[in-house]
């Protein structure tokens, strides 16, 4: 019982760990190692040290989350526990390569401790769907600005085609009346 205790406390003071935190937030977008490593001009060999370490300077963080399109003051709110229940669901279904691992020793699970941690999961979940839907709004943004520019150039196209027509027929007038004066 006293091991159980300890290892409980142990993994309650568990530090933040700045690489997993940005490889779920890449898993999350969907993207591979090797699709952040092109986005952000880096190899992926550097992104798969990059989510081994445990501390990251600040620097290297806002280049990351740069890429990925994600704010300063989300990353620093993430729940570390959403963190680890991902890679052990990653674990479990076969997922591999990401670079870090949790180790539970513990299998003393009160209802209450259970709980807990469900009504933590439940409130992980609900701010992965509030960030899925700003995510989906800042797209929707995107696209319709492009939208906006696509139709601006198409409307620059269609005079800079009538000017070449009227250039055209200038041509035409100029080269009959040199022929003319010949």
Do not use: C
């Amino acid at each position: 019982m006293k091991r159980r205790v300890q290892n409980s406390q142990r993994m309650k003071t568990t530090r933040l760990h700045h690489g997993a935190r940005l490889a779920w937030l890449r898993i999350l977008r969907g993207w591979t190692q090797q699709v952040l490593a092109e986005r952000a001009g880096l190899k992926q060999q550097e992104v798969s040290e990059i989510e081994s370490k445990e501390e990251l300077a600040n620097e290297v963080i806002l280049r990351y989350l740069k890429t990925l399109g994600v704010e300063w003051d989300m990353f620093n709110e993430m729940d570390e526990s959403a963190v680890s229940d991902m890679s052990f669901n990653s674990y479990d279904h076969g997922v591999s390569g990401l670079g870090f691992s949790f180790t539970n020793t513990n299998h003393f699970h009160p209802l209450e401790e259970l709980i807990k941690q469900l009504e933590e999961l439940k409130a992980s979940y609900k701010e992965q769907i509030e960030f899925l839907k700003e995510l989906l709004k800042s797209k929707d943004a995107d696209i319709a600005a492009l939208k906006q520019q696509l139709a601006k150039l198409e409307a620059k196209l269609e005079k800079l085609e009538a000017r070449i027509a009227e250039l055209e027929e200038e041509i035409k007038t100029l080269q009959a009346k040199l022929n003319n004066t010949k």
